[in-house]
């Protein structure tokens, strides 16, 4: 029954206004409301709520994420954006391709909730 619903995403930040630029004006989100509650932005329809509190610490591991098809494309236009891509000990490039050909990047939000795109093969 969940599954036919929209999910929503869920983030914290430090700073709501630092948080509505990189959102808005780096990846390209439409801003939707901000109230005591929620910074709340879209993507196609999919709701993220970003929620403001004084001791916000990330995550070590992707809390948001999407599938892509053209990631070496939509890797340089967040490059042209100022999105600076993690390179991690396990890997040597930005762009991580898996043993079975999906290909992943990670960078990190203003407040470093790590996010990532990816492509999958077959998908």
Do not use: C
Request: proline share 4%; hydrophobic share 40%.
């Amino acid at each position: 029954m969940l599954a036919a619903n929209k999910l929503i995403g869920f983030l914290t930040t430090r700073d709501y206004e630092r948080s509505r630029k990189f959102y808005e004006e780096v990846l390209g989100f439409k801003f939707v409301s901000k109230d005591q509650f929620a910074l709340v932005m879209e993507t196609e329809g999919n709701m993220i709520r970003i929620v403001e509190i004084k001791e916000a610490s990330p995550a070590p591991y992707t809390v948001l994420g999407w599938e892509v098809q053209k990631i070496e494309e939509i890797a340089a236009w967040l490059k042209e954006r100022g999105v600076v891509f993690e390179k991690y000990p396990w890997m040597q490039q930005e762009l991580w391709t898996a043993p079975g050909g999906d290909k992943v990047a990670w960078f990190k939000d203003p407040d470093g909730n790590v996010l990532s795109i990816s492509q999958h093969v077959g998908r």
